[in-house]
C-alpha cells in the first residue's frame, strides 16, 4: 500500500494551490495529488479555447508548479475512501494511506432532466475536461449556427468566443438581461448592448422548451414558440457540486449537496479537509448558504486548507466568499464585488449608492484611454461598503480587487476617502478623480443630506 503525510483528491485550481501551499507549509511531509485527468486546464481560461486560443493546448497549467514545489503526482481515481482506516482505493484496486484527506473534488456541469432533447447529438456541455473539450472543437469546426443556453459568465464568454470565430451564435437567457445575478440592471445592459454590437444574437427573457432534432440538433425551442436553427447547442446553466465520493464516506454534506466546512476548511472529520467547488459556502456579508463557484474563491479556500492541515491558526480562516467576479469583452470589462443594489435591498440593508464616471488615464486625451464606471453600495447606518461594480478597460480587474479588498476589511466610506493612492498619467486615473474615492465621496454627500 502506498502511503502519504498528505493526499490531495482533485487536480484543478483548488487541488494545487492546496498541495502547494500545504508543502510550503509543512516541508516535512509528504504531499500528493491523485487526480484523473493527464492534463489540467485553467479553468478560467476554458471559454477562450474557442478563438483567442484557437486550442486548449494554449490553456493548459503546467505540472512544474508541482514539481517545483515538492508535491509528488499521481494520475488515476479514487472511488471510495475508508475515513477511519484513513485509506482511498483507487479505479485499479491501489490503496492509498494518508494522515490528512483534502477534497477537491469540483465541480460538474447541470443537464436538466426536464429539458427534452439534450441528449441528441451535438448538445454539449463546458466541463473542466480537455479531452471531451477537444471533440467539441473538433464537432465545431462544421457547424455553423450554434444556440447557446444560459447568459451567466461562461455562456456569454463562450457566445462572444464562437462569434469571433465567425459563427453564428445565439444566446439565449431566461431573465430579462444576460449576466442578470451578477450585475445591477443598468450594468447589465450595458453588457448585452456590447454582446449585440460585437455580432451576437440575443434572446432574454424566454426560457427554452425543447431542442429540436431526430438523432442530431436541429434547433432550439423557446418557450414563446420561436425556433432558433442549429447545428449545436452548448448548454451553460451552471455547475452542481461533485461529491459522491464524500457522500459515500459518510462526510457531511448540505441540503444542497455541499461538503459542510468550518473556517478552516475541515469537514466533520477534522483530518479531512474540502475546498473549491465541493465545499459549502457562506455569503461573506450576509452569511447566508452561496452557490458561488469560483476559481479565485477556491484558492483562498485552498491556502486555509493547507496552512491549518497540522496546525490551526487563529487569523488563518475563510469568513466567506465575496464573490468577485469580472469579464470583458473586447476593450470594456465589468466586475462586481460583494452585494450589488438590488440584492442589498432584497437582503433588507437600508443602502446608499454612489457612481461615479471617468477616465482610467490622465489627461483623457492621452491614447488608449477608456470610460471608466465605478458604482458602490454602502450601509446607510454604519457606511460600511458592501459592495460594488465596475465598468472600465483593463483596469477593470485590479479595480474589482481593490473593491473586495474594502469589503473583506469592513472598510466604511469614510476609510475610503482617506485612503493613500499612487497614481499615473498611463496606468490609472487622475488623483483629483479617482473613482472608488468619488464614488464614496458621492455615498457620504448622500448620508449627510
Known amino acids: ?58 490553456d493548459i497549467i503546467s505540472d512544474a508548479v508541482l514539481s517545483k514545489a515538492g508535491v509528488d503526482l499521481k494520475i488515476g481515481e479514487v472511488i471510495s ?35 427534452k432533447g439534450a441528449e441528441l447529438e451535438n448538445v454539449f456541455t463546458i466541463p473542466k475536461n480537455k479531452v471531451y473539450l477537444d471533440e467539441i472543437l473538433a464537432k465545431l469546426k462544421d457547424c455553423k449556427k450554434v444556440v447557446v443556453i444560459g447568459g451567466g459568465f ?53 426560457g427554452v422548451k425543447e431542442i429540436l432534432g431526430d438523432k442530431k440538433v436541429k434547433g432550439v425551442l423557446l418557450n414563446n414558440g420561436k425556433k432558433l436553427e442549429a447545428d449545436a447547442v452548448i448548454l451553460s446553466i451552471g455547475y452542481v457540486t461533485n461529491t ?24 466533520d472529520d477534522g483530518d479531512i479537509f474540502a475546498v473549491g467547488d465541493c465545499a459549502a459556502k457562506r455569503d461573506f456579508i450576509t452569511g447566508k448558504p452561496s452557490k458561488v463557484m469560483l476559481a479565485s474563491t477556491a484558492c483562498a479556500e485552498a491556502n486555509i486548507a493547507g496552512m491549518n492541515l497540522y496546525k490551526l491558526c487563529s487569523v488563518q480562516t475563510f469568513s466567506g466568499t465575496i464573490a468577485v467576479f469580472s469579464t470583458a469583452f473586447g476593450e470594456t470589462g465589468f466586475a462586481a464585488a460583494g452585494l450589488i443594489e438590488s ?77 493613500q493612492i499612487g497614481t499615473h498619467p498611463l496606468l490609472t486615473a487622475p488623483p483629483t478623480a479617482y473613482p472608488i474615492i468619488k464614488a464614496a465621496e458621492i455615498i457620504v454627500k448622500k448620508i449627510k443630506r
Not at 28 to 54: A, N, T
Not at 86 to 105: M, N, P, R
Request: proline content about 4%; hydrophobic content about 40%.
Open 81 to 115: 475512501i475508508d475515513k477511519e482506516k484513513k485509506i482511498c482505493e483507487t479505479s485499479e484496486g491501489e490503496e492509498i494511506g494518508f494522515e490528512k484527506l483534502i477534497l477537491a473534488l469540483g465541480s460538474i456541469p447541470i443537464i436538466p432532466k426536464w429539458l
Open 154 to 206: 461562461i455562456g456569454v464568454e463562450i457566445s462572444d468566443e464562437l462569434n469571433k470565430a465567425g459563427k453564428d451564435v445565439t444566446l439565449v437567457e431566461i431573465l430579462p438581461h444576460i449576466l442578470n445575478l451578477v450585475f445591477d440592471e443598468e450594468i447589465a445592459v450595458k453588457a448585452e448592448g456590447i454582446i449585440k454590437s460585437r455580432g451576437v444574437k440575443v434572446e432574454t427573457g424566454e
Open 1 to 58: 500500500m502506498e502511503k502519504t503525510d498528505v493526499l490531495v483528491i482533485g487536480g484543478g485550481a483548488a487541488g494545487i494551490i492546496a498541495a502547494v501551499t500545504g508543502k510550503s507549509s509543512y516541508p516535512d511531509k509528504k504531499v500528493l495529488i491523485i487526480r484523473k485527468e493527464k492534463q489540467v486546464l485553467v479553468p478560467c481560461g476554458i471559454p477562450y479555447i474557442f478563438s483567442s486560443l484557437e486550442s486548449s493546448d494554449k
Open 343 to 419: 440584492r442589498a435591498i432584497e437582503e433588507g440593508f437600508d443602502i446608499v449608492a454612489g457612481t461615479f464616471a471617468g477616465v482610467d488615464k490622465h489627461p483623457g486625451t492621452l491614447p488608449g484611454t477608456h470610460k471608466q464606471i465605478v458604482k458602490l453600495i454602502a450601509s446607510k447606518d454604519s457606511g460600511v461598503i458592501l459592495g460594488g461594480e465596475v465598468v472600465c478597460g483593463p483596469s477593470t480587474g485590479e479595480l474589482v480587487n481593490i473593491i473586495g479588498l474594502i469589503i473583506q476589511n469592513r472598510m466604511t466610506v469614510n476609510s475610503v476617502l482617506t485612503s
Open 244 to 267: 459522491a465520493l464524500a457522500k459515500g464516506a459518510g462526510i457531511k454534506t448540505n441540503k444542497k449537496g455541499f461538503i459542510e466546512t468550518d473556517k478552516y476548511m475541515r469537514t
